[in-house]
């Protein structure tokens, strides 16, 4: 019996068989623990898990409930990046956004010229010329700490985050939110 | 003979290992798997309304090795007809405890709605 074409056919099996392995087709990832953890940027978790921190340290606190008016008027005015990185700060403001008007506490105020010009009008119209002024403002900052240790990197990222109440012109509430990841190198996911 | 036996052995413990990783301990609000189900103890649940209407839940997960661990958690939020509420901050987050300690998690849904909540908790080690 000629046992080459055999011995052929495992060989190339073997061969083939870890360099297969290695490729990972495209997928979607919904899961958190599914997704890229690197050691010195922000992943899109991180964003989500901030804004958590940070949201439940607001509603804890009572301050939202202190306006007058419900939805009381609020306006995002300025978060600073404070990192090494080039990132969006909508990220973060936007799910805070989300999360602030699904409590129907608050209403933002909008940012779009035609919707103010339009509502300008209105008020012009009725004999309004009171400004639209909010009754909160919320600001803030993101820094960036890092670590080495040999070969191991850390960095961590503060969110800060001040409701201003513009009544009094005093922070209503000031929270922080902290995501710290260590390593030496980037983990495809969070299992461990 | 000795084949048999220890293919029987081999079989046994595969099975084993397979229902302790798929092992899921439930109830209607917390569930748990691998490590979890056996060695966190959930002691505390806290069910509180903060800002006036909004459901809070503080969960105090006790580790009972003797080595420290992490874990996945996630916290959903439901109305009173059971429909899942969104939440722009959803998703799994991590948690270290060390041995034989607690660590608190907590949640707060953003919606007035939440009536009830479901904690999953999942190995990470």
């Known amino acids: 019996m000629n046992t080459k074409p055999l011995l052929s056919v495992a060989f190339l099996t073997l061969f083939f068989a870890p360099i297969s392995g290695c490729n990972q087709p495209a997928r979607v990832v919904t899961d958190n623990r599914d997704k890229i953890v690197s050691i010195d940027q922000i992943d899109v978790q991180d964003w989500s898990n901030a804004a958590d921190q940070v949201l439940q340290q607001l509603f804890a606190s009572g301050a939202l409930d202190a306006a007058p008016i419900k939805p009381a008027r609020i306006e995002v005015t300025r978060v600073v990046n404070d990192t090494t990185q080039r ?49 909160f403002v919320i600001n803030g900052k993101i820094l960036e700490i890092r670590a080495t240790a040999g ?42 | 003979m000795r084949s048999v036996i220890t293919r029987t052995l081999l079989f046994s413990t595969v099975l084993l290992v397979g229902c302790y990783a798929n092992t899921m301990t439930s109830t209607q609000q917390i569930r748990k798997d691998g490590w979890l189900s056996s060695y966190a103890n959930v002691r505390v649940i806290r069910e509180t309304k903060v800002s006036d209407d909004l459901l809070r839940v503080d969960v105090e997960v006790e580790n ?57 908790l999942t190995n990470a080690n």
């Open chain 1, 87 to 135: 990132i969006d700060t909508d990220l973060l403001t936007q799910k805070i956004k989300i999360a602030l008007q699904q409590s129907g506490k608050v209403a933002f105020a909008s940012s779009d010229a035609r919707a103010n010009e339009v509502a300008d009008y209105r008020d012009f119209k009725a004999g309004d010329d009171a400004p639209r002024l909010p009754f």
């Open chain 2, 64 to 120: 009972t090795q003797p080595f420290n661990a992490r874990f996945n958690y996630k916290f959903e939020f439901f109305d009173a007809e059971g429909r899942l509420l969104f939440s722009p901050t959803s998703g799994y987050l991590q948690e270290q405890v060390a041995a034989g300690a607690f660590s608190t998690v907590t949640a707060t849904a953003s919606d007035p709605r939440a009536a009830d909540f479901r904690l999953t």
């Open chain 1, 151 to 192: 070969s191991t990197k850390q960095s961590s990222f503060i969110f800060q985050l001040n409701l201003v109440n513009t009544a009094e012109s005093i922070d209503a509430w000031s929270g922080e939110a902290e995501v710290t990841k260590q390593g030496t190198r980037n983990a495809k996911n969070s299992r461990g």
